[in-house]
């Protein structure tokens, strides 16, 4: 099944970042349930693989830690594909991702090399997306991009499966690894 790796959000996050949604000139929005932090993501993979990967994520421990955001930011540029929540750096988050890394690798589970830049999508563009939206696009950042969002405890990650459909991604949490 397809999965990943990722952190929920309290709730008046989800809501601050569900205000910003509505203001959104273009691009499909992210359904509230979810947005969330993505550690990893695993593609397809065996029952097997996640079991191994289960139990090695049960062996992480890490202390609770605060996140904050430090803005708004587009993947893709000219031709915007993702607009995100950017998440502050933070080392204990690092710490997290090096060792949710180091699960995926011990439960054999190709790890992406793409560098982490931890964020929470907001909206997608897709295929549509012309210099029209970009340009309504970087208005609405420079009108809404320093807009304060919440910062909030992470106190736990989860193992999700997704599945496509025609009205977009469904997450079913699979197991949760408390912190602390
Ligand atoms: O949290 P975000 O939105 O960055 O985009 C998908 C989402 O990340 C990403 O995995 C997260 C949970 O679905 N994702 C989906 N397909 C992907 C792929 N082929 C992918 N990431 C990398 N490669």
Redesign the pocket.
Known sequence: MRA?I?IDLPEEVTAALVRLQSLLPAGRP?AEENL???LA?L?DQSEAVLAALHFELETIRVQPFALGFSGLGVFGGDRPR?L?ADVGTEPALADLHRRVTGALHRAGVAV?RARFHP???LARFGSRATPGTAARLHRFLSDHGDTPLPSFPVTGFGL?E?TLHPSG?R?NLLARYPLG
């Open positions: 990943f990722a992210v969330h932090l993505t993501f593609g993702i995100f992406q964020h929470v999508t999700y997704s991604a997450y």
